[in-house]
T-cell receptor, first 111, second 113 residues
Framework: DQQVKQNSPSLSVQEGRISILNCDYT??????FLWYKKYPAEGPTFLIS?????DKNEDGRFTVFLNKSAKHLSLHIVPSQPGDSAVYFC??????????FGAGTILRVKS | DTAVSQTPKYLVTQMGNDKSIKCEQN?????MYWYKQDSKKFLKIMFS???????INETVPNRFSPKSPDKAHLNLHINSLELGDSAVYFC????????????FGPGTRLTVT
């Protein structure tokens, strides 16, 4: 039972353009969401998060949008850079401080 | 000055063996976790310790036993290894149970033959 879904396995974007990574969730009890970035042979690195009381959080080139009614969040990267090429995981916080991860989206930024 | 380190990075072993993976964090965090990334790439939490006490124990076979000698270390011991245990195991830590940012180690790729 996948409670956090990232339906796009991969995304390819030109350098300088916007990257939009999407995430859907099924459990309305989730109240905190995080995005992690992962390079090959490394562990995931925290990128940005958002509480369910907000609909937007911004940190430099990274912005996360949350649409609670649609149970959907997205990560926008503007402008995209080749160094952003990585796997991006969406995660939601369950009771007991447990993170539930999506399967990840591979982002390739072409120069 | 690695924040969360794991050893070994790669582990190849035969079915039926017992093995351990070690994790250390130098961030001064109170909470540590073990995750398993399976073949479908999902990261799933297995265990969590807060100040050496077990606080999360997901539905994991009894063959898996975490041990936390102090709050900077969380080791994972696996008995009677099975083919299905092949995966990448990640250790993580966070400042406390109410701080949701978790810092991950580089992972240990376990292959059971």
């Amino acid at each position: 039972d996948q409670q956090v879904k990232q339906n796009s396995p991969s995304l390819s974007v030109q350098e300088g353009r916007i990257s939009i990574l999407n995430c859907d969730y099924t459990n309305s009890m989730f109240d905190y969401f995080l995005w992690y970035k992962k390079y090959p042979a490394e562990g995931p690195t925290f990128l940005i998060s958002i509480s369910s009381i907000k609909d937007k959080n911004e940190d430099g080139r990274f912005t996360v949008f949350l649409n609670k009614s649609a149970k959907h969040l997205s990560l926008h990267i503007v402008p995209s850079q080749p160094g952003d090429s990585a796997v991006y995981f969406c995660a939601a916080l369950r009771e007991g401080n447990k993170l539930v991860f999506g399967a990840g989206t591979i982002l390739r930024v072409k120069s | 000055d690695t924040a969360v380190s794991q050893t070994p990075k790669y582990l190849v072993t035969q079915m039926g063996n017992d093995k351990s993976i070690k994790c250390e964090q130098n961030l001064g965090h109170d909470t540590m976790y073990w995750y398993k990334q399976d073949s479908k790439k999902f990261l799933k939490i297995m265990f969590s310790y807060n100040n050496k006490e077990l606080i999360i124990n997901e539905t994991v076979p009894n063959r898996f036993s975490p041990k936390s000698p102090d709050k900077a270390h969380l080791n994972l011991h696996i008995n009677s290894l099975e083919l299905g245990d092949s995966a990448v195991y990640f250790c993580a830590s966070s400042p406390g149970t109410t701080n949701y940012e978790q810092y991950f180690g580089p992972g240990t790729r376990l292959t059971v033959t």
